[in-house]
C-alpha cells in the first residue's frame, strides 16, 4: 500500500507578509492504492466536518487532494499545493498528534468551540 494523496480542508484564511491572501488548510486523512490498485480513503477519526465552515445554504463539505509531500517537505508528484497559493496540508492533524486548532481572525465568523 502506498499513500498517493494527502486530504484537506480549508478551514480559513490569512494574509501573508506581503499583503497576498492565503488559504490555511488542515490535513484531515489520505487516499491509498493498495497492491491491486483499488483505491481507498483513510479519514481522521477526530475530524469533524460539521465543525468546517461552508456558504450559507451548503450542506456538504469540499476535501481537496494534494500530492503526499516527502520527508523534505517537497511534493512527490511535483508542483505545489493548490497552484502553490496555500501553504502545506500538513499544519496539525494526521497521525502526529500535534493537531491545533485554527486560529480565528479579528472581525471572522464566531469561534467554533471545540
Known amino acids: 500500500m502506498r499513500k498517493i494523496y494527502d486530504l484537506a480542508v480549508k478551514t480559513g484564511e490569512y494574509t501573508n507578509q506581503y499583503g497576498e491572501t492565503k488559504g490555511r488548510w ?3 486523512g489520505r487516499v491509498m492504492q493498495d497492491d491491486n490498485g ?4 483513510l479519514l481522521n477519526r477526530t475530524f469533524n ?3 468546517v465552515e461552508v456558504q450559507p445554504g451548503r ?5 481537496s487532494m ?3 509531500k516527502d520527508q523534505n517537505g517537497g511534493n512527490q508528484g511535483g ?9 502545506s496540508p500538513n499544519n496539525g492533524g494526521g ?9 480565528s ?3 471572522g465568523e464566531a469561534d467554533i468551540p471545540f
Open 26 to 28: 488542515l490535513n484531515v
Open 49 to 51: 466536518p460539521a465543525g
Open 79 to 87: 508542483g505545489n499545493y493548490g497552484g502553490g497559493s496555500a501553504p
Open 66 to 68: 494534494f500530492p503526499p
Open 38 to 41: 483499488g483505491k481507498f480513503i
Open 95 to 103: 497521525d502526529n498528534g500535534n493537531w491545533q486548532p485554527p486560529v
Open 59 to 63: 450542506d456538504s463539505v469540499a476535501l
Open 105 to 107: 481572525q479579528p472581525g
